[in-house]
C-alpha cells in the first residue's frame, strides 16, 4: 500500500511528456448491464444466503481534466441489487450503493495510456443480524480508495483497458452502529470499440466486466463474505478541444479509387440466366435481375469473393480481382439440384392367410423387381406422384393396384394375391339390345368352339359357362346385323358383355 501511494505521489508531482497531444477535456461513461452476486456468513441460519442476478445494475462514471493537462478528478457511483434466500425461498431483496470521488492523474507511454487516482470511497455492505430470524443488513464503509487504469490500443481502432481499485478502510459501521473491520478489492478489464468520432467529441462502446470481493468482520467474529461478478455495455462520451485534434493527426491519407464487379449468374447446365439468384458479398446479399446480373461497387481492390444460392440449385463459389477504379466481370454458373424423388416398398401376402410371398413379380411403373423372403420388394427413386403397380405369379390371380409416391419418404403397399382356381367354368353373361330404341331382343349367341348355342330369354339376358380360353362369339336377332366378338374368359371368373345390334338397312 506504501509503494502505491508513494508513486501516486510521484506521478501528481511530474507532469507528462505526452499531456499536450491529447485534447481530451473531460468524460462520462454511462453504463447498463447485469450483475450476478453470491455470499454468505457463517452460524446465521441453516443455508442463509444472499445473492442475485440483476439485469438493471446500473453505474455512471466522469472524470473532468484540467484543460488538457495531466491533473484532473472523477467521481462514480453504481447500484448494486441482491436476494436474500434461505435454500431456493427468497425472504427478501434490495440494493446497495456504491459511491466514490477523488483526484486523478494520466501519462503516457507512447500509445499506453496509464491513470492513477485516490479520493473517498462509501460503500455499502451487507450482512446478517443475530436475531433468531436473521434479516440481511447494510452496514456502511467510508474508506480512502487508491485505483488506477491502463488502456492500451489494438487493431482496427479497438483499445483494451485493466483496471483495479484497493480500498483503505477508514471507518466501517454495522447496521446498529457497531464498529466493524472491512477488507476487499476490484479488479476488471473492458474493451473499447469507437463508434464514431467529431470535432469536438467522441463516442465510444465499452464492453465491460468486473470482480468485485468484499469480507466484513462484526464486533463479535462474525464474517461476512460477498463476491460480485459484472457484465455489461456502456458508453462513453468525451469531450476534445477541435482544434487540437485537428492538429494532432496530420498525417496524409492516401485516395483509394475503389472498383467494381458485374457478376453473370447462369445455369451451368443450360447457359441461361438465373434471375433472383443471391449473391453474397463482404456479408452483403445482392439479388440478380432479370438477366442474372449483379453489380457490386465501392470495393477496395484485392480479391474478393462470393457465394451464389438459388432455389432448385446447388450453391456456387467464385474469387474475382478488383482492380483500383475498374469494373471486373465474373461468371458464376449453378448447377440445378437433382429433382425430388421418393420411394415404394410392396408388401405381397397370400389373401387367405395372410402369409407374406417370396419371389413374386412386382411391376411399379416401368421398374421390374421381385419380393424377398419377407415378401417386400423396394423400388427408388420414383418421381412423385400416383404410379400403377401390378403384381403376377404363377398360381395367384394378378392383381393391379395404384399408389402415391412422396418426395423424401418411402411409401409403402400392401397386396394380398388370391389363390387361381384351376377346373372352374369361367362365366359370361350379358344383353343383347336394339341399338335403335334400347329394346331387348331375342337373340341366338353361338361359340362354335365351345359347342354352345343359347337363347336369350325375354328380357335379352343370357349366362352361360364355358372352359377358360379365348372365344369368337357371334350374337344374332331377326332383323338386325349380326355381331362377332373376341374375348377371353377366365376360369372361375364371371365376365359381362353387353351387345348393341343395329336392324337392317340402318346403321
Sequence with gaps: ?????????????????????????????????????????ADVGPGLTYEGFTPNDVEAVGTAWLGTSWLGAWAGGRREAFDLREGALRITGGSLWRVSAGPRARFFLGPVRAELGAGYGFSQLPHFSDSTEPVLLRGARHAAVVGGSVR???????????????????????????????????????????????????????????????????????????????????????????????????????????????????????GAPLPGARVMVEGEAHVADAQGLVEVASLLPGPVSARVTAEGYASAEATATVEEGLRAELEVRAAPLPPPTGALRVTVVDARTGVPLPDIRVSVGTAQVRTDLTGQAVVKDLAPGPVAVSVASTGFRSADEAAVVIAGQESTLSVPLATEKKGTRATLVGQVRSARGG????????????????????????????????????????????????????????????????PRGKR
Design 1 to 41: 500500500m506504501a509503494r502505491l501511494a508513494l508513486v501516486l505521489l510521484v506521478m501528481l508531482a511530474m507532469p507528462s511528456a505526452h499531456a499536450e497531444a491529447v485534447a481530451e477535456h473531460a468524460s462520462l461513461r454511462l453504463r447498463y448491464g447485469l450483475s450476478l452476486r453470491d455470499g454468505r456468513q
Design 152 to 270: 492500451f490500443p489494438l487493431m482496427l481502432g479497438l483499445r483494451l483497458e485493466a483496471r483495479g481499485e484497493l480500498p483503505v478502510s477508514l471507518s466501517v459501521r454495522d447496521a446498529a452502529g457497531a464498529r466493524a473491520e472491512a477488507t476487499g478489492f476490484s479488479a476488471g478489464g473492458a474493451l473499447l470499440v469507437p463508434l464514431r468520432r467529431a470535432e469536438r467529441w467522441t463516442g465510444t462502446l465499452v464492453l465491460d466486466f468486473q470482480h468485485v470481493q468484499d469480507t466484513v468482520t462484526l464486533a463479535d467474529g462474525t464474517q461476512s463474505r460477498q463476491r460480485l461478478r459484472r457484465l455489461g455495455a456502456a458508453l462513453e462520451l468525451a469531450w476534445h478541444d477541435g482544434a487540437r485534434v485537428a492538429r494532432q493527426v496530420p498525417v496524409p491519407v492516401a485516395v483509394v479509387v475503389p472498383g467494381s464487379v458485374r457478376f453473370h449468374v447462369l445455369d451451368a447446365r443450360t
Design 439 to 502: 329394346k331387348p331382343l331375342a337373340a341366338t349367341l353361338l361359340i362354335t368352339k365351345a359347342r354352345v348355342r343359347a337363347r336369350t330369354d325375354s328380357k335379352g339376358a343370357f349366362n352361360v359357362q364355358v372352359r377358360g380360353g379365348t372365344y369368337r362369339i357371334t350374337l344374332s336377332a331377326r332383323g338386325h346385323l349380326s355381331q362377332t366378338k373376341v374375348i377371353t374368359l377366365r376360369e372361375g371368373e364371371r365376365t359381362i358383355l353387353n351387345v348393341d345390334l343395329f
